[in-house]
């Protein structure tokens, strides 16, 4: 195991707990963490003092006419208080006078009842002490002839969180001018004579209690139609001494609002208010873990990391990281159970970056401890090669190995005459430009750069790294580099009017790779005939006029995916068998229809010319002229046909083609 920096890794671990702790406190994601806390509401018995008598569509329906007659809640009010309600909790506001006869209907209704709680609205004045208050002159009551004969009121605000989600709620307002006011369920409560002491409930800095809703929405409490109570349909049985809370559920009439068990089914404000009460007069309490307890157990968390991921494998550290986010996990649903909400989005916040900034700690030790080798090394062989002497530093020795491997050769058309015309410092600015976009692509495909040229690349695939697709990447390099020169001659990335052309040649065989050199000096290189080869392939773009030629030894190799066009079989100076060539022309994606027409007609007329038939490849190959007028490698095809009109090869004639030069 590398040493690492224990004043560091402490350093890590600390410092996440103590910035995670801050950002708990000053409320920094406070809608995540909500969110991720609603999912410990599970489904509990609520209380079963309360109804709601539910202003629903079936009511709207049957009864007509909205907004009701005040006459309607009266009689209501009548009928409930007839069959023995404990309490009425009536979440109306009547703030705008009806008729003189609707109105003191309503009055004498609530009078006689002598039970019935009604809402106020209230304008909460924004402060950050405890408690709420309020702006007297700015609350919205019912008329007096309702209100006066209301045994108590009380406000019916219900605030939502930054993510319009209803969670807590105020229980007492203070007024601006002295007036105390209590929430409309905590009235209700107190009217009841089963409210808990205001000191008895776990308020916020605001004076806001939790919600500790019992169920999903319209599954928690009893819900009666409006307009069953008014038809007599419900027996006094059912309401006889409920705590009844009246209000509206019809979607049309708006009064909803999303909870924390809402999912995607918002609640009702008269639902609400009975959670509310439900979890007064239950003392279901919730109430958040406190800060100083997050700022120990964070502590204790990054300095058990920090001491022990440096220490242990990275699968590991990663399988105990994941087992304390777990286990913290279950100890938030445990506590939730017993009226206490565990953030869980720091704690995961805490443990990623803990965890990734001790990971990048051991990775810097260890780079420190290999950085002077890999420099000694970096400025001679590629990265690949880098890594692989430092994986095995004691395999660095002159010698090497025969592999199947493929080798790729590119060089610039007519850059030696461009040259001549050009400043030492712009060709300098060109060339470097040119070759790192080339050698970017070699090292993205993993290959190795064995060297330059000059103006020419040489790289190669399938050491010092096993690689059995080599030969894949070798093509895929030639297509990238052929692309992305054409991308750069596009975008003028060589100044003025200065376009660079490539030609590439591919070879896949045995060679020999190794440390190739003097005990002084010596080089990560591959030599042998194949080498050769792939160098002779590449000096076959120019007489054929293509971009990229591979031989048929790494076309063998090659999977589906790429499109060629069989240009000739040759022999190549220095050689004495004959192989087949292939221009590559790109992905199978990106190959258009006529391109590959095209490739299958000259394929069937050097087909034709292999098989002596060269009138018929005459024919052939004048058809393709006239497609593509400038194909040097159909223009040659053509007068090497013509020759042999004229006059017929010997017998033995093979239609391999014998190259003279490089």
Partial sequence: MKKFNKRLSLGIGIGFAILTSLGLMVGIFRSASSAASDHFFLPREATKDVIIVAIDNASLQRLGQWPWKRSVYADLIGKLHEDGAKTIALDVNFAQPSTVGEDEALGTAIKQAGNVVLPVELSFISQKTQGQSFDESKVIASIPVIRNNAEVSGFSNTPLDADRVVRRVPIVADGSAGARIYGFAYAVARLNGVAPSIQDIPLDAHGRMIIHFPDTPGRAFQIISAADVLEGKISADVIKNKTIFIGSTARDLHDEQSVATSGSNPMSGVEMHASIYDTLVQRAFLQEVAIPWYLFFFLLIGTILSLLVPRIRARTSLLMTGGIYIGWLILAFILFDHGWILDIVWIGILLVCTYLGLLLERWMTTERERRKTRDAFSRYVSPNVVESIMENIEDLKLGGARRNMSVLFSDLRGFTTLS?????????????????????????????????????????????????????????????????????????????????????????????????????RYDFTVIGDSVNTASRTEGLCKPYGVEIIITEHTKAELAPGFIFRKLDCVTVKGKKEPMCIYEVLGFAGNVSDREKQF??????????????????AHTLVRNLETQKPNDLATKQLRERIEAFIKTPPPDNWNGVWVLTSK
């Fill in 420 to 520: 001549e015309g050009l400043r030492p410092e712009e060709l300098v600015r060109i060339l470097n430009t040119y070759l790192h976009e080339m050698t970017s692509i070699v090292f993205n495909e993993a290959g190795v750069l064995d060297k330059y040229i000059g103006d020419a690349v040489m790289a190669f695939w399938n050491a010092p790294l096993d690689q059995p697709d080599h030969a894949r990447r070798a093509v895929q390099t030639a297509i990238k580099m052929r692309e992305t020169l054409k991308r750069m001659n596009e975008k003028k990335a060589f100044g003025g009017d200065i376009a660079l052309h490539v030609g590439i040649g591919i070879n896949t065989g045995d060679m020999v790779v190794g440390n190739i050199g003097g005990e002084q």
């Fill in 599 to 616: 490739a299958l007609g000259y394929e069937a007329a050097l087909e034709a010319y292999f098989e002596r038939q060269f009138k018929k």
